[in-house]
């Protein structure tokens, strides 16, 4: 079992920063692909950014390339996401997932992600 709680939401101006925090419980932390997803009003739940295991590939989705890093520390249980340069776009519901797996790349999907935070909101004003 695994229990995910994010942090770190806001409001932010187009332009700032946010770090989200994903503090996990549980054990065997290492063995669990990790993933960021959001939901904006009125749209369908979309993947952000993924991390593999050990935290050598990530993977993100086109339009958060080059501003967002997903990053983990597998001895705190963590995983994070940096959020900069950020847009009116992004505001969303931020939910962090986690999907356990003997394979070492970063693939996760709404489909086969085994377990799910509770989500943060982010705001990104213009």
């Known amino acids: 079992q695994l229990q995910l709680v994010e942090s770190g939401g806001g409001l932010v101006q187009a332009g700032g920063s946010l770090r989200l925090s994903c503090a996990a419980s549980g054990h065997s932390f290492f063995y669990y692909t990790m993933g960021w997803f959001r939901q904006a009003p009125g749209k369908e739940r979309e993947f952000v950014a993924s991390i593999s295991r050990g935290g050598s590939t990530t993977n993100y989705e086109d339009p958060v390339k080059g501003r967002f890093i997903i990053s983990r520390d597998n001895d705190k249980k963590t995983v994070y996401l940096q959020m900069n340069s950020q847009k009116p776009e992004d505001t969303a519901l931020y939910y962090c997932?986690?999907?356990?797996?003997?394979?070492?790349?970063?693939?996760?999907?709404?489909?086969?992600?085994?377990?799910w935070g509770q989500g943060t909101q982010v705001t990104v004003s213009s």
């Open positions: 997932a986690a999907r356990r797996t003997i394979s070492s790349d970063s693939n996760i999907s709404q489909e086969n992600a085994g377990y």
